[in-house]
C-alpha cells in the first residue's frame, strides 16, 4: 500500500484518537460565524496506518504527544519547516526492524572495499538517470554521460559525479540566466531545496525500516549530518525531483515562488513513477526495494543493490 503525505501549512490542532489522526482547525472552531453543525463535521480522521510523511509548515500547529508517539510506532517520518516554509527539521523512529541489533552490525561492520564498491554503483545510476532526465526534458546530446557512468571506478576515484553533475545543470537550466546548482542560488533552487527534502525523508524512513541507521554513510561522513547514509542512497533518485521542477518551471516561469499549490506538486514526490527492477512502482515503494537490497549487501547476501533507471 502506497503511504499518504500530508502537508499542514495552516493553524491546527493534531491529536490521536483510537489509533486514528484527529484533524481540528481552531480557525473554524473559535469563529462565531461557523455553525456548530458545521464545526463538528469539519474534524477530520486519518488511519494512521496509512500515514507515511507529515509535513509541519505553520507556527501554530499543536501536535500531542501521544500523536507522534504513534507516528513513530508506524514508521511515519516527521517534517518541520522554518519560517521560509523549507523543511529545517525531521523525526524518525529509533526503531524500525526487529532485527535491529543484527543489521546495525552488518551495517556498521561493512568494509571499506564494499562501501566503495556500493558507491560505484549509486553513482553509475546517478549519472544514468541524469542522462536520462536531461534527454528528455531538453533533447540534449547526452552520450557523454553514459561513457562517464560506465566510467566510474570503486569509489568514484575519478570524481565523475562532479563532471557529470557540472554538464547536467550547465544543460538543464540552461534558459536560466545565472543559474547554477546552490542552494542559496537564483530560481528554480529553492524548489529543488524542498524536493530534495521530501526526497531525504522517504529515505532515511526507508532505511529506518529497513533496520539501519541513516547516519552512517557510505560515502557521506559529515560529522554534523545526522543522515549521512540517506543522503547517499537518494542520489539516483534525485533527477526524478530535478524533473518534476524542471516541469513545474515550464508550466509557471522561471521565477516559479514556493506557493502551497507547487509545494502540492512537489509533494507528489513519494508518489512518481519510476521503474525499478523491470517495474513500474511508485517512488516510495522502490525506495524501500532500495534500501532491503542495501541490507542484503551489508548481511553479504548479494552484491549489487537495486536502484530505479529512469525512461526518458
Given at each position: 500500500m502506497i503511504k499518504k503525505t500530508l502537508y499542514f501549512g495552516n493553524p491546527a490542532y493534531l491529536s490521536l484518537k483510537q489509533n486514528q489522526l484527529v484533524i481540528q482547525l481552531p480557525e473554524i472552531e473559535c469563529s462565531d460565524a461557523v455553525?456548530?453543525?458545521f464545526k463538528k463535521q469539519h474534524k477530520i480522521t486519518k488511519p494512521i496506518e496509512d500515514i507515511g510523511v507529515i509535513v509541519l509548515d505553520n507556527k501554530q500547529i499543536t501536535i500531542t504527544s501521544g500523536l507522534l508517539e504513534s507516528l513513530l510506532e508506524n514508521n511515519c517520518a516527521v517534517i518541520t519547516c522554518d519560517s521560509r516554509s523549507l523543511p529545517v527539521g525531521l523525526m524518525l523512529p529509533l526503531y524500525g526492524n526487529s532485527t535491529q541489533n543484527e543489521r546495525f552490525r552488518h551495517q556498521i561492520e561493512a568494509s571499506l572495499p564494499l562501501k566503495k564498491q556500493l558507491w560505484q554503483q549509486t553513482i553509475r545510476a546517478k549519472i544514468e538517470n541524469q542522462a536520462s532526465v536531461l534527454h528528455g526534458c531538453t533533447g540534449e546530446v547526452v552520450k557523454c554521460?553514459?561513457?562517464?557512468?560506465?566510467?566510474v571506478k570503486?569509489?568514484?576515484?575519478?570524481?565523475?559525479?562532479?563532471?557529470?553533475?557540472?554538464?547536467y545543470w550547465k544543460n538543464l537550466f540552461a534558459h536560466i540566466d545565472g543559474f547554477t546548482r546552490d542552494r542559496e542560488g537564483v530560481s528554480p533552487n529553492h524548489l529543488l531545496n524542498y524536493g530534495y527534502a521530501i526526497l531525504r525523508a522517504v529515505v532515511?524512513?526507508?532505511?529506518?525500516?529497513?533496520?539501519m541507521l541513516p547516519t552512517f554513510g557510505i560515502h557521506h561522513h559529515n560529522r554534523y549530518n545526522a543522515y549521512c547514509l540517506a543522503d547517499d542512497i537518494m542520489e539516483p533518485y534525485r533527477p526524478y525531483v530535478d524533473e518534476l521542477v524542471f516541469q513545474l518551471v515550464q508550466e509557471f516561469g522561471c521565477d516559479v515562488e514556493l506557493t502551497k499549490d507547487i509545494k502540492a506538486r512537489l509533494l507528489t514526490i513519494p508518489t512518481v513513477e519510476v521503474k525499478i527492477g523491470g517495474k513500474r512502482s511508485p517512488l516510495m515503494v522502490a525506495v524501500a526495494q532500495t534500501t532491503a537490497s542495501l541490507y542484503k549487501c551489508f548481511s553479504g547476501e548479494i552484491r549489487?543493490?537495486?536502484y530505479p533507471e529512469h525512461n526518458g
Amino acid at each position: 500500500m502506497i503511504k499518504k503525505t500530508l502537508y499542514f501549512g495552516n493553524p491546527a490542532y493534531l491529536s490521536l484518537k483510537q489509533n486514528q489522526l484527529v484533524i481540528q482547525l481552531p480557525e473554524i472552531e473559535c469563529s462565531d460565524a461557523v455553525p456548530d453543525s458545521f464545526k463538528k463535521q469539519h474534524k477530520i480522521t486519518k488511519p494512521i496506518e496509512d500515514i507515511g510523511v507529515i509535513v509541519l509548515d505553520n507556527k501554530q500547529i499543536t501536535i500531542t504527544s501521544g500523536l507522534l508517539e504513534s507516528l513513530l510506532e508506524n514508521n511515519c517520518a516527521v517534517i518541520t519547516c522554518d519560517s521560509r516554509s523549507l523543511p529545517v527539521g525531521l523525526m524518525l523512529p529509533l526503531y524500525g526492524n526487529s532485527t535491529q541489533n543484527e543489521r546495525f552490525r552488518h551495517q556498521i561492520e561493512a568494509s571499506l572495499p564494499l562501501k566503495k564498491q556500493l558507491w560505484q554503483q549509486t553513482i553509475r545510476a546517478k549519472i544514468e538517470n541524469q542522462a536520462s532526465v536531461l534527454h528528455g526534458c531538453t533533447g540534449e546530446v547526452v552520450k557523454c554521460m553514459y561513457v562517464w557512468a560506465g566510467e566510474v571506478k570503486s569509489g568514484d576515484s575519478d570524481n565523475l559525479e562532479a563532471r557529470a553533475a557540472a554538464y547536467y545543470w550547465k544543460n538543464l537550466f540552461a534558459h536560466i540566466d545565472g543559474f547554477t546548482r546552490d542552494r542559496e542560488g537564483v530560481s528554480p533552487n529553492h524548489l529543488l531545496n524542498y524536493g530534495y527534502a521530501i526526497l531525504r525523508a522517504v529515505v532515511a524512513r526507508g532505511l529506518v525500516t529497513s533496520g539501519m541507521l541513516p547516519t552512517f554513510g557510505i560515502h557521506h561522513h559529515n560529522r554534523y549530518n545526522a543522515y549521512c547514509l540517506a543522503d547517499d542512497i537518494m542520489e539516483p533518485y534525485r533527477p526524478y525531483v530535478d524533473e518534476l521542477v524542471f516541469q513545474l518551471v515550464q508550466e509557471f516561469g522561471c521565477d516559479v515562488e514556493l506557493t502551497k499549490d507547487i509545494k502540492a506538486r512537489l509533494l507528489t514526490i513519494p508518489t512518481v513513477e519510476v521503474k525499478i527492477g523491470g517495474k513500474r512502482s511508485p517512488l516510495m515503494v522502490a525506495v524501500a526495494q532500495t534500501t532491503a537490497s542495501l541490507y542484503k549487501c551489508f548481511s553479504g547476501e548479494i552484491r549489487r543493490m537495486i536502484y530505479p533507471e529512469h525512461n526518458g
